[in-house]
């Protein structure tokens, strides 16, 4: 399978600790994309990597948020000191060179606060 | 007023009937259209997009633009009971990297 992958699929968590979540785009995607989606809701840009290079953050990022691609492949977001309003499903997407409207989606990680 | 409105439903309609999903925008800049399917838990699914007017096919599925009324919307022929989920339709200027969603609209096909 070649689309988009992300681990782990769940991820429960009591509030005040880290996570971090992986997500491997599909390989030939040279921009890959965060967002966060919760319930009756569409998803909501977090942040977004051309190659290695984060572009842009949303201000729904907040410093507890850190999102890094090493090496322009999988990336990683890291939430620290988890509160309970970060509960959602963190979405990773990727499109290839010069289509951003074309943006393939992972299956999530859903996040449970407690 | 939210950049891209959308009705969340639920919609119901018989199998076999023509569906009929539909959101306005408010940025006249929003050049490209985006559908996508998502169904319960699962991530979004690609299902067309448009750039500016016009009318786009693919199979069952018809994405229609009409940039005079900032309408943009999204015809199912012959609805199957596989085609219930949440249909998002998303938006993005040219030349812009981040793609505006509506909420969502959810869609149930009564067999």
């Known amino acids: 399978d070649t689309g988009v992958s992300q681990n782990p699929r769940h991820k429960i968590t009591k509030r005040g600790q880290n996570v971090t979540f992986r997500c491997d785009p599909i390989?030939?995607?040279?921009?890959l994309y965060w967002y966060r989606q919760t319930l009756g809701q569409g998803p909501e840009f977090l942040t977004y990597?051309?190659?290695?290079?984060?572009?842009?953050k949303s201000r729904l990022l907040s410093d507890r948020f850190s999102a890094e691609r090493p090496k322009g492949s999988f990336s990683t977001l890291e939430i620290q000191r988890t509160e309970q309003g970060d509960s959602a499903m963190y979405l990773c997407a990727s499109s290839p060179q010069g289509a951003v409207y074309e943006q393939y989606f992972g299956p999530g990680t859903r996040l449970t606060v407690t | 007023q939210k950049e891209v409105e959308q009705d969340p439903g639920p919609l119901s309609v018989p199998e076999g009937a023509i569906v009929s999903l539909n959101c306005t925008y408010s940025?006249?800049?929003?050049?490209?259209f985006m559908w996508y399917r998502q169904y319960s838990r699962k991530g979004p699914e690609l299902l067309m997009y448009t750039y500016s007017s016009g009318n786009k096919e693919d199979g069952r599925f018809t994405a229609q633009v009409d940039k005079s009324s900032k309408y943009i919307s999204l015809f199912i022929r012959d609805s199957q009971p596989s085609d219930s989920a949440t249909y998002l339709c998303a938006t993005l200027s040219r030349g812009d990297d981040k793609i505006i969603f509506g909420k969502g609209t959810r869609l149930h096909i009564l067999p």
């Open positions: 390989s030939e995607h040279n921009r």
């Open positions: 990597f051309q190659n290695e290079a984060q572009l842009e």
């Open positions: 940025n006249s800049a929003f050049q490209y």
